[in-house]
C-alpha cells in the first residue's frame, strides 16, 4: 500500500519506534499502557517489536536511557 512514495507499514513502524522510546525515557508510563497506546493487541507484540528495533527489552531500554536529572512526568501526555 504505497501511495505518493510513502510506504504506510514502514511509516507506522517509525512512528511508534519513535514514540516508544519518548514515553520510555520522558515518562512512568506501565510497558502495557505504552504498547496499548501504540495500537498492539498485547504486551508481547510490543515487547517482540521493540526487541527487533533495539536488540533489547523496553525494560532495559528505559534503564539504560531514563535521563537521570530531569524528573520523569507521572503520566504520559493524554
Same mark, same amino acid.
Given at each position: ?25 520522558? *515518562? ?7 504498547? !496499548?497506546?501504540? =495500537? ?7 515487547? #517482540? ?7 533489547? *527489552? ?7 536511557? !531514563?535521563?537521570? =536529572?530531569?524528573?520523569?512526568r507521572?503520566?504520559?501526555? #493524554?
Amino acid at each position: 500500500m504505497e501511495r505518493g512514495g510513502f510506504d504506510y507499514t514502514r511509516l507506522l513502524e517509525e512512528s511508534r519506534c519513535l514514540l516508544a522510546t519518548q514515553l520510555l525515557s520522558d *515518562t512512568e508510563m506501565p510497558r502495557g499502557e505504552i504498547s !496499548a497506546m501504540l =495500537g498492539y493487541s498485547t504486551q508481547g507484540n510490543f515487547t #517482540r517489536a521493540f526487541c527487533r528495533w533495539f536488540e533489547v *527489552t523496553p525494560s532495559a531500554w528505559r534503564q539504560a536511557h !531514563a535521563e537521570p =536529572g530531569r524528573g520523569r512526568r507521572a503520566r504520559a501526555i #493524554r
